[in-house]
């Protein structure tokens, strides 16, 4: 098992901060750590007796660039650093921010792609993208790979979408989040607002998540309760269904449903609703969860609907038109492509591709065009999840649920239909083609 972690130095050290950042215009990176609280700080009272840019130790440290890397050095993790700014350097990211709790050894790590979006946006946000929860003893560093790919997509997202923030994503290495004990919900929310990142509840974590923060923080969309809009599984799966009625017509030159056969893969947050769309637009499904009950549901509520169901390790190799993934991404990878029998793969799920770069994902994209596979780049379809959480964001009590829907409706099926259309006449894959329409916005 990997144990190298950039959490190890902090928490031998007696620090709770580390910066990373890098410059891909000048390839040139440095470091920050730092001890800026006390131990025993009371994170419930965050907010009310001190704020992010209180003093909140007397025995501070501040360790520079050369400083940090001897630290680093000093417990045999100069490779592993490299590393980390080798991944930086290859997906032209700004950096990450860690903090560190030792109280609960829990690693809050923002994962920040780029800026450039927020950094003139004129509100106190400069990033957004979900916040996810890993197990502590997963892999430090595929847990550091996913947050970047997640928060290099949500940067083409908030293009493609027209949101004016910067993308990244937070990820946190803990056990599961207490909404009764304050002092957990106090140092999210801290770590959020130190970074200055509008988020979500994503993978691993509860929605209720965002209504217990909210006593703490704005940074945070609403969550399921107190919400005019509802949770944004719903819009996310609006989203992938609009933009799927477009790529169906150019893939089978139908303008319905009926009669094909859509995988769905995953019936949680957005896989439920977008089985549910599906069966409204005349598909036949064929499903797989972890969860029997979910299936249950899903049948039960449409009992006279043609839907299969097959065990989760099986749904890759089914016989269906469409392939929809809304589960955890980074499963597409050579050999599964090779035994796909879907002509069409378009879903809600994030990073789908198993890749580390662009490179590494227009390559399997070309992999699927070559056996006359349609693929998309996920975040030029599933942006209804993040155009929600910004409707909430901007707007609060006062969002209007059916204008959101109807604008994402709108965005994401003439967002398809012209990357469609353009691809096809470049003679390059869609995905190609997505990330060449909107890398000019962030890349400047």
């Not at 997906?91 to 800026?115: E, M, P, V």
């Not at 190799?317 to 809304?326: Q, S």
């Not at 599964?336 to 994030?350: E, H, Q």
């Not at 580390?356 to 390559?363: D, L, S, V, Y």
Request: charged fraction near 30%.
């Amino acid at each position: 098992m990997d144990t190298r972690s950039l959490y190890t130095p902090l928490k031998e050290e007696g620090l709770t901060t580390l910066l990373i950042r890098y410059d891909w215009k000048t390839d040139k990176g440095y470091m920050y750590a730092a001890k800026e609280w006390d131990p025993d700080i009371k994170w419930s009272d965050y907010g009310k007796t001190f704020y992010t840019q209180s003093l909140l130790t007397e025995d501070d440290v501040r360790l520079g660039n050369r400083e940090t890397r001897a630290l680093y050095e000093k417990y045999g993790l100069t490779d592993y650093v490299e590393e980390i700014f080798g991944l930086l350097r290859g997906g032209r990211f700004f950096g990450l921010d860690c903090y560190y709790n030792s109280q609960k050894d829990w690693r809050f790590t923002a994962n920040l792609h780029n800026y450039v979006l927020g950094h003139n946006n004129k509100e106190q946000s400069i990033y957004t993208g979900g916040i996810r929860r890993h197990e502590k003893d997963e892999p430090e560093i595929d847990v550091i790979i996913d947050g970047l790919n997640l928060g290099r997509a949500q940067s083409h997202k908030n293009v493609a979408s027209g949101i004016p923030y910067g993308g990244g994503k937070i990820t946190v290495m803990a056990e599961q989040v207490d909404l009764e004990n304050k002092d957990e919900i106090g140092f999210l929310s801290y770590a959020l607002d130190r970074c200055r990142f509008f988020t979500g509840p994503d993978m691993n974590y509860p929605v209720e998540l965002a209504d217990a923060m909210n006593e703490y923080t704005s940074m945070i969309c609403a969550g399921m309760k107190n919400n005019p809009i509802g949770p944004s599984g719903g819009p996310t799966a609006w989203g992938v269904t609009a933009a799927m009625k477009e790529a169906v017509k150019f893939k089978f030159k139908k303008d319905t449903m009926k009669g094909l056969k859509v995988a769905v893969m995953g019936l949680g947050a957005v896989g439920f609703p977008q089985a549910e769309y599906l069966l409204a637009e005349g598909a036949e499904l064929v499903v797989c969860d972890m969860n029997p009950d979910v299936i249950k549901k899903l049948k039960d509520k449409h009992p006279e609907a043609k839907i299969d169901v097959v065990d989760v390790k099986d749904i890759l190799t089914v016989d269906a038109d469409i392939l929809c993934p809304c589960a955890i991404g980074g499963f597409i990878t050579e050999e599964v492509i090779d035994n796909f029998k879907f002509r069409m793969v378009f879903g809600a799920g994030n990073n789908q591709l198993h890749a580390k770069n662009k490179e590494e994902e227009i390559a399997l994209a070309e992999r699927m065009a070559a056996r006359d596979i349609l693929y998309q780049e996920c975040w030029v379809q599933n942006i209804g999840g993040v155009m929600c959480g910004t409707e909430l964001h901007l707007y609060g009590e006062k969002a209007d649920k059916d204008a959101l829907l109807d604008k994402i409706e709108k965005v994401c099926s003439e967002k398809t239909r012209i990357n469609l259309k353009e691809a096809a006449e470049l003679g390059i894959t869609p995905t190609e083609n997505a990330y060449r329409s909107v890398e000019n916005r962030i890349y400047i």
